[in-house]
């Protein structure tokens, strides 16, 4: 059986490093690191989501602070809201929590957040600094600690073939960018494809974020590779992956759970893109 890469671990360790980095930079701004979440609705999974990011600040020393929004808001408001937001020089960053409900534009109020304060990092200039090679101030959070999983394996990237099963701006794309900058060789997949077991079956790493469950049986899987489930669906009441655990965790060499795998990453990177945006606006202070 494959060994398990426990994510829940890994994210404690990067949270402990981050509450140290946070105390300094704390010291040096002269105020505490400041997130602002801004939820849109009453959508159960994103309050949960919500939640935990608050209880993630609280565990590494940033004060959050979450604007809850009802459904009927009217997108002007959420885009006045975001511009105030840009121009509050005691926050550092700005996320708002997907998905927004029917009849907003998504892509624009992502895009009014301004670069330096995209924590979330799916502004354009940060996925476009990602698509040129080049090193974005923010990695989008699931992405990143996607690869610090896989990072935590010792398994080399470089020459392996990795699948990515998902094409999603969130994940599969950042995905598959930061594994070309590894020197993988990608191929990205999706729900559509039509010979989808026959391409996974290639991976020497398998990342599945197309969010349907057990759409990667464990036969898809080659015998060593490393697997991250980036999937979370609802079963019968249970918090299930993309990846037919029991079946893949037989075939790999390392898997990711769901829960505790991907899900505390994503958390532990946010608060680690934060603490970067309070030492951006550090290092523009006077020595």
């Avoid at 060593?224 to 609802?234: E, Q, R, S």
């Amino acid at each position: 059986m494959g060994k398990i890469i426990d994510g829940k671990a890994i994210a404690s360790g990067i949270k402990e490093l981050v509450k140290q980095r946070a105390d300094q930079i704390t010291a040096k701004i002269g105020r505490p690191i400041k997130l602002v979440v801004v939820l849109v609705g009453d959508d159960p999974a994103s309050q949960v989501y919500v939640r935990n990011k608050e209880r993630a600040c609280e565990d590494v020393g940033i004060a959050s602070e979450v604007h809850r929004l009802p459904p009927s808001i009217k997108e002007e408001a959420l885009v006045d809201l975001i511009e105030r937001l840009n121009l509050d020089n005691s926050v550092d960053g700005i996320l708002v929590q997907s998905p927004l409900p029917k009849g907003f534009d998504e892509a624009k109020v992502l895009n009014l957040i301004k670069y330096e304060k995209d924590v979330d990092g799916f502004h354009p200039y940060n996925l476009g600094k990602l698509l040129r090679g080049e090193e974005p101030l923010f990695v989008a959070c699931t992405p990143a600690g996607v690869m610090e999983m896989l990072l935590s394996t010792g398994v080399e990237i470089k020459g392996k073939e990795a699948v990515v099963v998902g094409r999603s701006n969130i994940v599969g794309k950042p995905v598959a960018l930061l594994l070309l900058q590894q020197h993988a060789t990608v191929t990205i997949c999706h729900s559509r494809t039509t010979n989808l077991a026959e391409v996974v079956k290639r991976g020497d790493i398998v990342v599945a974020a197309v969010g349907k469950a057990g759409i990667i049986s464990g036969d898809m899987i080659k015998p060593g590779a490393v697997v991250i489930d980036v999937g979370t669906n609802k079963v019968n009441g249970k918090l299930v992956g993309d990846v037919d655990f029991a079946a893949a965790s037989q075939k790999a060499s390392y898997i990711s759970p769901v829960p505790g795998g991907v899900g505390p990453m994503t958390i532990a990177m946010l608060m680690k893109n934060t603490v970067r945006a309070a030492e951006l606006v550090a290092a523009k202070q006077p020595q």
